[in-house]
């Protein structure tokens, strides 16, 4: 998406102007243009020169941003500068000195007139004098807010008015209905009606030409203060972009600006230095703090091998690095890049308001004239009449429907990005939040991904610290991952490092040495068995383990075994409770995992998850996503290259940020900290935002639906009321101010906190195998142990299982010849003489059913 900046644009109407006109360009497929960041994305094949020149036709000015690819800090300035608020500074000079005209102007019009207040003894009873003064103080008053007139003018020329247009149309025809007036009573005054003279004082609107233009700028003043509070976020981030960095390049240290540093380059790092660019730690550890991208206030270890990223701060040890993404390609960029993306595209819900923003000023005219010539129809004069159409040009406003959901976008955005949670673009900002069934990668999702010790069952005789020792000198050769997390163990408890020799790996069954004169061994239960005795208690504790997702791996010296140790790919401390918050928003949560069924159901139990489908092959997971939309809107949620179809497949891909680059470019949302519980804490704060949306439109069109009316006129012969043209601008002005206010709430919005969060349905398509979820309850699954005789080997496992699962009341079947039982989860009721006969019928025997 190309990114361009768009100047010129003072309302929704003006965005939708530009955003018509652009799309209109042949080879345009793409358009979104942002009123609040004064910025536009344009995808497809056509030139910048045919983009600019649409805009630029339309009535508005665009440049393109950006260009070459920069250095994060330069890039990081160009894009704060883009956003630094000159409109405040520039409005709240207009608006003092306006205050001042206007107070002098109100004085004479209201104070004199009304309340009898001294004026110059030259301008008691002088009322042509009073006039003139009036006409030229408001003349300057106009003159000093002029931008108004020149925008609504020019955008009127090309046919497409907008906001200023109505305060321009407004407040003119005040100026012009009141010179009228004043030209009036000076010929009646050379007459010498002094009655006429005084009913023509009465016509004068100086005051309200001056007001209404006082008041918008008031309007516009708290708006512009707030929609920079809105991009605080993005502001904070940019500033975050280091300036230098220190260079060792032939044993000489040198500070160097950061577009000077190359990928490749090696620099170093002092405590209480930021890190400039994203780089690998070659030499030295240190603690650094992560917490300006990830949120974590917690500081990260950090040794040889390990990665460090820009405006990160190094904490405690001397660091030497080496750069792996400079410029643009930082993480830090990336981020930067990622929000002002999500703020340059535009949520689905925000299309009502476009289609009404475009034809909103037009109508709003066509309403005035209406008002006015109704008026004039039904025997009112002409100042009453006009006072009703001016009242409803000035109270009409299209800028609350247009910051109704671009502001509540932004906030959320950048909330999302000071917690680590980074939302891609609007669309996936607003339909996060709608997931109905989340699918859930095991492996460094769920678990950490990397296999640590957690059991270690010595020998008769041996004690752990022996066994580990020599499990250690066996494995140190071996590059099986389950062989690291025996070696990681060791090097916890700092054990020396022992050798053995005449190594040899054994593919599919272990590993054999020899170690200090004795014949060492380690491997699967089945490989040990034929190098060992191997007693029914072991074997029975090797089963336990396994049930709970652990590998259970045997050693043994001189033909006796001599332990074993349980490795398992750990669970993540928080991904229990994220599992149990996404149920209780009545997300269905699903486990996909490539493991075998026994070791899947196990992880699954522990997690909590509703559903578990195992042995899903690396390029399988795409189609099981597809046949998971069946049951409604779907994330998927997952870390690796082979989740990338997934991600890409799935209504929205959530990836870990610990994960492979490609399935962060497939995925709508990145979780920086690559923890779990950040995907109900990113549900929630889309849900905060599509409501906020919701607040937000709803106030804009309920405004515009009462006060249009009520500026008519249409109470008056009703109630008898009427609305001033002053307090139709008050009213608009606040209208922007109150809107953007609202969305400015979500930066008081807990994301972590789950107390509130409400449940959503999912779809049910009648397959009773399909588990789903209700609004005031879960489904509940029963169980039944078949014990049955007669099965000898894995196939007749298969068979078993078949015939179970092929009724209809059977979730699933967990079936084991050596236990000789069958695992019989239901999900309806069935008796227990259908799941003996059908068994039976197999030519098994059916000893009992609990």
Same mark, same amino acid.
């Given at each position: 998406?190309?990114?361009?900046?768009?100047?010129?644009?003072?309302?929704?109407?003006?965005?939708?102007?530009?955003?018509?006109?652009?799309?209109?360009?042949?080879?345009?497929?793409?358009?979104?243009?942002?009123?609040?960041?004064?910025?536009?994305?344009?995808?497809?094949?056509? =030139?910048?020169?045919?983009?600019?020149?649409?805009?630029?036709?339309?009535?508005?000015?665009?440049?393109?941003?950006?260009?070459?690819?920069?250095?994060?800090?330069?890039?990081?300035?160009?894009?704060?500068?883009?956003?630094?608020?000159?409109?405040?500074?520039?409005?709240?000079?207009?608006?003092?000195?306006?205050?001042?005209?206007?107070?002098?102007?109100?004085?004479?019009?209201?104070?004199?007139?009304?309340?009898?207040?001294?004026?110059?003894?030259?301008?008691?009873?002088?009322?042509?004098?009073?006039?003139?003064?009036?006409?030229?103080?408001?003349? !300057?008053?106009?003159?000093?807010?002029?931008?108004?007139?020149?925008?609504?003018?020019?955008?009127?020329?090309?046919?497409?008015?907008?906001?200023?247009?109505?305060?321009?149309?407004?407040?003119?025809?005040?100026?012009?209905?009141?010179?009228?007036?004043?030209?009036?009573?000076?010929?009646?005054?050379?007459?010498?009606?002094?009655?006429?003279?005084?009913?023509?004082?009465?016509?004068?609107?100086?005051?309200?030409?001056? %007001?209404?233009?006082?008041?918008?700028?008031?309007?516009?003043?708290?708006?512009?203060?707030?929609?920079?509070?809105?991009?605080?976020?993005?502001?904070?981030?940019?500033?975050?972009?280091?300036?230098?960095?220190?260079?060792?390049?032939?044993?000489?240290?040198?500070?160097?600006?950061?577009?000077?540093?190359?990928?490749?380059?090696?620099?170093?790092?002092?405590?209480?230095?930021?890190?400039?660019?994203?780089?690998?730690?070659?030499?030295?550890? =240190?603690?650094?703090?992560?917490?300006?991208?990830?949120?974590?206030?917690?500081?990260?270890?950090?040794?040889?091998?390990?990665?460090?990223?820009?405006?990160?701060?190094?904490?405690?040890?001397?660091?030497?690095?080496?750069?792996?993404?400079?410029?643009?390609?930082?993480?830090?960029?990336?981020?930067?890049?990622?929000?002002?993306?999500?703020?340059?595209?535009?949520?689905?819900?925000?299309?009502?308001?476009?289609?009404?923003?475009?034809?909103?000023?037009?109508?709003?005219?066509?309403?005035?004239?209406?008002?006015?010539?109704?008026?004039?129809?039904?025997?009112?004069?002409?100042?009453?009449?006009?006072?009703?159409? !001016?009242?409803?040009?000035? !109270?009409?406003?299209?800028?609350?429907?247009?910051?109704?959901?671009?502001?509540?976008?932004?906030?959320?955005?950048? %909330?999302?990005?000071?917690?680590?949670?980074?939302?891609?673009?609007?669309?996936?900002?607003?339909?996060?939040?709608? %997931?109905?069934?989340?699918?859930?990668?095991?492996?460094?999702?769920?678990?950490?991904?990397?296999?640590?010790?957690?059991?270690?069952?010595?020998?008769?005789?041996?004690?752990?610290?022996?066994?580990?020792?020599?499990?250690?000198?066996?494995?140190?050769?071996?590059?099986?991952?389950?062989?690291?997390?025996?070696?990681?163990?060791?090097?916890?408890?700092?054990?020396?490092?022992?050798?053995?020799?005449?190594?040899?790996?054994?593919?599919?069954?272990?590993?054999?040495?020899?170690?200090?004169?004795?014949?060492?061994?380690?491997?699967?239960?089945?490989?040990?068995?034929?190098?060992?005795?191997?007693?029914?208690?072991?074997?029975?504790?090797?089963?336990?383990?396994?049930?709970?997702?652990?590998?259970?791996?045997?050693?043994?010296?001189?033909?006796?075994?001599?332990?074993?140790?349980?490795?398992?790919?750990?669970?993540?401390?928080?991904?229990?409770?994220?599992?149990?918050?996404?149920?209780?928003?009545?997300?269905?949560?699903?486990?996909?995992?490539?493991?075998?069924?026994?070791?899947?159901?196990?992880?699954?139990?522990?997690?909590?998850?509703?559903?578990?489908?195992?042995?899903?092959?690396?390029?399988?997971?795409?189609?099981?996503?597809?046949?998971?939309?069946?049951?409604?809107?779907?994330?998927?949620?997952?870390?690796?290259?082979?989740?990338?179809?997934?991600?890409?497949?799935?209504?929205?891909?959530?990836? !870990?940020?610990?994960?492979?680059?490609?399935?962060?470019?497939?995925?709508?949302?990145?979780?920086?900290?690559?923890?779990?519980?950040?995907?109900?804490?990113?549900?929630?704060?889309?849900?905060?935002?599509?409501?906020?949306?919701?607040?937000?439109?709803?106030?804009?069109?309920?405004?515009?639906?009462?006060?249009?009316?009520?500026?008519?006129?249409?109470?008056?012969?009703?109630?008898?009321?009427?609305?001033?043209?002053?307090?139709?601008?008050?009213?608009?002005?606040?209208?922007?101010?109150?809107?953007?206010?609202?969305?400015?709430?979500?930066?008081?919005?807990?994301?972590?906190?789950?107390?509130?969060?409400?449940?959503?349905?999912?779809?049910?398509?009648?397959?009773?195998?399909?588990?789903?979820?209700?609004?005031?309850?879960?489904?509940?699954?029963?169980? #039944?142990?078949?014990?049955?005789?007669?099965?000898?080997?894995?196939?007749?496992?298969?068979?078993?299982?078949?015939?179970?699962?092929?009724?209809?009341?059977?979730?699933?079947?967990?079936?084991?010849?050596?236990?000789?039982?069958?695992?019989?989860?239901?999900?309806?009721?069935?008796?227990?003489?259908?799941? #003996?006969?059908?068994?039976?019928?197999?030519?098994?025997?059916?000893?009992?059913?609990?």
């Amino acid at each position: 998406m190309e990114q361009y900046t768009v100047t010129g644009m003072s309302c929704a109407a003006c965005s939708a102007r530009v955003e018509k006109a652009v799309s209109k360009v042949p080879g345009v497929t793409a358009c979104s243009v942002s009123l609040l960041t004064n910025s536009m994305g344009v995808e497809g094949t056509a =030139s910048s020169q045919e983009i600019i020149a649409a805009v630029e036709n339309a009535g508005y000015g665009a440049a393109e941003k950006g260009g070459e690819k920069k250095s994060s800090a330069v890039g990081a300035a160009e894009a704060e500068d883009l956003l630094k608020d000159r409109e405040t500074p520039v409005l709240k000079r207009r608006l003092f000195t306006s205050i001042g005209f206007l107070a002098v102007l109100m004085y004479i019009s209201m104070g004199h007139m009304m309340w009898g207040w001294p004026v110059p003894a030259v301008l008691a009873g002088n009322h042509v004098a009073m006039g003139l003064i009036q006409m030229i103080l408001a003349a !300057i008053v106009m003159i000093i807010n002029q931008k108004f007139f020149i925008s609504g003018f020019k955008s009127l020329w090309h046919r497409a008015p907008n906001m200023d247009t109505l305060v321009a149309l407004g407040s003119g025809a005040s100026f012009v209905y009141s010179t009228y007036a004043l030209f009036a009573m000076t010929d009646v005054q050379m007459r010498g009606d002094m009655a006429g003279v005084m009913n023509y004082m009465h016509e004068f609107y100086f005051e309200s030409a001056a %007001m209404i233009l006082t008041l918008i700028t008031v309007g516009k003043m708290l708006e512009a203060r707030s929609k920079g509070k809105t991009t605080d976020a993005l502001k904070s981030l940019m500033k975050l972009a280091p300036k230098t960095a220190t260079i060792l390049s032939d044993g000489v240290e040198t500070e160097v600006s950061i577009e000077q540093v190359k990928k490749g380059d090696i620099f170093v790092v002092r405590p209480g230095e930021n890190i400039p660019v994203d780089g690998i730690v070659l030499e030295g550890s =240190s603690a650094v703090n992560e917490a300006a991208l990830t949120g974590e206030s917690i500081p990260v270890d950090k040794a040889e091998g390990d990665r460090v990223s820009a405006a990160t701060v190094n904490q405690s040890g001397f660091i030497r690095c080496e750069a792996t993404r400079v410029g643009e390609d930082t993480t830090l960029s990336q981020i930067i890049q990622m929000v002002s993306d999500a703020a340059a595209t535009k949520a689905p819900i925000a299309k009502v308001a476009d289609r009404v923003s475009g034809v909103f000023v037009p109508v709003v005219i066509t309403i005035a004239v209406l008002t006015i010539i109704v008026w004039l129809a039904a025997g009112q004069g002409i100042g009453f009449a006009l006072a009703r159409g !001016i009242s409803v040009l000035v !109270i009409s406003c299209p800028c609350a429907l247009g910051l109704a959901t671009p502001v509540a976008i932004m906030v959320g955005n950048g %909330m999302g990005a000071k917690n680590g949670i980074m939302f891609k673009t609007a669309v996936s900002l607003e339909e996060a939040g709608k %997931m109905q069934v989340v699918a859930l990668d095991k492996t460094g999702t769920i678990t950490s991904g990397e296999p640590r010790v957690t059991d270690m069952i010595p020998a008769e005789g041996i004690d752990e610290k022996e066994l580990l020792r020599m499990a250690c000198a066996l494995e140190r050769k071996s590059e099986h991952p389950l062989a690291r997390a025996v070696l990681e163990r060791a090097k916890d408890l700092q054990m020396p490092e022992a050798e053995v020799s005449d190594f040899r790996a054994l593919p599919g069954n272990g590993l054999s040495a020899v170690f200090e004169g004795a014949a060492l061994c380690g491997g699967s239960l089945k490989f040990i068995r034929t190098q060992a005795e191997v007693t029914e208690s072991v074997r029975i504790q090797a089963e336990r383990l396994a049930e709970e997702g652990k590998t259970p791996l045997f050693f043994a010296r001189d033909g006796k075994l001599i332990g074993m140790i349980a490795v398992a790919d750990v669970m993540k401390e928080d991904s229990p409770q994220a599992i149990r918050e996404l149920q209780n928003m009545g997300i269905h949560v699903v486990m996909l995992t490539g493991d075998n069924e026994r070791t899947a159901k196990a992880i699954g139990k522990q997690a909590g998850v509703d559903e578990v489908i195992a042995g899903v092959l690396p390029d399988g997971k795409e189609s099981v996503i597809r046949e998971l939309k069946v049951r409604g809107k779907v994330a998927m949620v997952g870390d690796g290259i082979n989740d990338a179809p997934a991600l890409t497949r799935a209504d929205i891909g959530i990836a !870990i940020g610990a994960g492979t680059d490609i399935a962060i470019d497939a995925a709508d949302v990145v979780l920086m900290k690559s923890r779990l519980s950040d995907v109900p804490a990113a549900i929630r704060l889309s849900r905060a935002t599509l409501k906020n949306i919701h607040e937000n439109l709803f106030w804009a069109f309920i405004y515009n639906i009462i006060g249009i009316p009520l500026a008519a006129g249409l109470w008056y012969p009703v109630f008898g009321l009427k609305l001033n043209p002053m307090f139709g601008a008050a009213a608009m002005s606040l209208s922007s101010f109150c809107v953007v206010s609202n969305a400015l709430r979500l930066n008081f919005f807990n994301m972590r906190n789950g107390a509130k969060d409400k449940k959503i349905k999912t779809k049910n398509h009648g397959n009773p195998k399909e588990a789903h979820v209700e609004n005031d309850k879960e489904e509940k699954n029963m169980e #039944k142990i078949m014990n049955i005789e007669g099965m000898m080997c894995g196939h007749c496992e298969a068979r078993v299982k078949k015939c179970l699962e092929n009724l209809p009341e059977v979730k699933e079947a967990v079936v084991s010849h050596e236990k000789g039982t069958a695992v019989v989860e239901l999900n309806g009721e069935i008796s227990d003489e259908v799941l #003996k006969k059908t068994v039976e019928d197999q030519d098994y025997t059916v000893t009992g059913i609990q």
